[in-house]
């Protein structure tokens, strides 16, 4: 089992920016492959980013260039660094760790974020 609770959301200007932060507890973390989700209303749920076990990173193509993604096995955490953020980015965004492989599919609560205009 994997716990994942999300911090860092809020309300931004377009042009602003923004960091989520995801705190992993349960299972090893370092084994997971971890990203981040977001959830707009009407839409469906996609992927932003991610960053496996490895370190590889890829990118939703809208965000490439204003987003990155770490992660830090030793504190268990995960991070979402916004950029340059855009009112298309307004969603709810989660937390996911996923053990390649195997039926471990873990999902944080969300946080929100807002973008204005």
């Known amino acids: 089992q994997v716990q994942l609770v999300e911090s860092g959301g809020g309300l931004v200007q377009a042009g602003g920016s923004l960091r989520l932060s995801c705190a992993a507890s349960?299972?090893?973390?370092?084994?997971?492959?971890m990203g981040w989700y977001r959830q707009a209303p009407g839409k469906q749920r996609e992927l932003v980013a991610q960053?496996?076990?490895?370190?590889?990173?890829n990118y939703l193509p809208s965000v490439e260039g204003r987003f990155t993604i770490s992660r830090d096995n030793v504190k268990n955490m995960v991070f979402l660094q916004m950029n340059s953020l855009k009112p298309e980015d307004t969603a709810v965004y989660y937390c996911?760790?996923?053990?390649?492989?195997?039926?471990?599919?873990?999902w944080g609560q969300g946080t929100q974020v807002t973008v204005s205009s």
């Open positions: 996911n760790a996923l053990r390649i492989g195997t039926p471990s599919d873990y």
């Open positions: 349960g299972s090893i973390f370092s084994f997971y492959a």
């Open positions: 960053v496996t076990s490895l370190g590889i990173t």
